[in-house]
């Protein structure tokens, strides 16, 4: 019997699987976010009057630069396959507690609430670093039991004010950029190049991708998880601040309200995986900057808010399902 000339050819996986799904992750996290803010500025600029009116843009980074900050802290505990639902109650705690400090400077104002804030981010930190419980659960009791302190402290009531050093923060313009804008702008440029250019974002990545591997290793992921969880705290505060500084008022039961939806849908489609791993900074801004034109959406067309909501939890199911599908 004559042997057959004819040879089978190995395909190799991985270029099967890119032939299978020609856009890999990368280039989903590339190009599918600009591509859906693009279509929706094209939909509103014909469907929206007035939305692309210089004011109208600015509002819409002014209204997403708190759910910006407290999604960039999210962003960190996410990539250390964590998760954090205590952000909104820490945003209420830092705006009750800075109302208590209106009396001493601004300096003060910021730092006091500051710490106080750093302090739940500890022990949200300790209790899953250090006893191993898990983030879900921890996060969870502070949401429920930070929102009641909050409304305990003021006995429920609206606490409103007068202090233009304070109010500065959310309302004063630099340039005519709006201060809150700047400040999301400098967070954002400052976590980009910690995780980009520092160790500190290079353990952060090691730990989401294999924590026991990371701790084989000798990186201190206690402390590193401790860290995380403080610098999600401290952005909560900060954007409580600037929400108490924009309507001189502190309502411990609107601030902060549902702000852990857009900020985890803003990280998920900015690319950041659920599982942990690699922090997309950028992606999370312009993922916050989509939740925030979706919201402006719905309002300059008059359509319910709480439809609003349901399409964010779609774009959530459907960033997830892309990144399985392109793992």
């Not at 709006?178 to 990545?205: D, Q, S």
């Not at 309002?299 to 808010?305: A, E, V």
């Not at 199911?317 to 990144?323: S, T």
Request: proline share 3%.
């Amino acid at each position: 019997m004559q042997e057959s000339n004819v040879k089978t050819t190995q395909i190799n996986p991985h270029l099967e699987k890119k032939f299978r799904y020609p856009l890999n992750g990368e280039m989903v996290k590339s190009f599918s976010l600009p591509i859906v803010i693009l279509i929706l500025f094209l939909f509103n600029s014909i469907f929206t009057d007035n939305f692309l009116a210089a004011t109208t843009m600015w509002n819409i980074l002014l209204h997403v630069s708190t759910t910006a900050l407290v999604a960039i802290g999210m962003t960190l505990v996410i990539a250390t396959g964590g998760i954090d639902l205590s952000v909104g109650a820490v945003m209420a705690i830092g705006a009750v507690v800075s109302t208590f400090l209106l009396d001493y400077n601004i300096f003060v104002i910021i730092l006091g609430t500051i710490i106080i804030c750093a302090l739940i981010g500890l022990f949200n930190g300790a209790i899953i670093s250090y006893i191993g419980v898990q983030p879900i659960v921890v996060t969870l009791a502070i949401m429920i039991a930070g929102r009641g302190i909050a409304q305990v402290l003021t006995d429920g009531y609206l606490v409103s004010f007068s202090n233009p050093s304070y109010e500065w923060i959310g309302k004063g313009k630099i340039m005519e950029i709006p201060v809150p804008v700047i400040l999301m702008f400098l967070v954002a440029i400052t976590a980009f190049i910690i995780i980009r250019y520092m160790t500190f974002g290079r353990y952060i990545e090691a730990i989401g991708d294999n924590e026991q591997a990371a701790e084989l290793a000798g990186i201190n992921v206690k402390k590193i998880k401790m860290i995380v969880y403080i610098a999600a705290a401290v952005l909560a505060a900060l954007a409580g601040m600037i929400e108490t500084a924009r309507m001189a008022a502190a309502d411990a039961t609107r601030i902060g309200e549902l702000i852990e939806l857009d900020a985890i849908a803003a990280v998920v489609v900015g690319g950041t995986l659920m599982t942990g791993g690699k922090p997309f900074i950028w992606g999370t801004v312009f993922g916050a900057i989509l939740m925030g034109i979706i919201s402006t959406t719905f309002n300059m067309n008059n359509i319910p808010y709480s439809y609003s909501l349901i399409i964010k939890a779609v774009i959530i199911v459907g960033a997830i399902y892309l990144q399985r599908a392109n793992k």
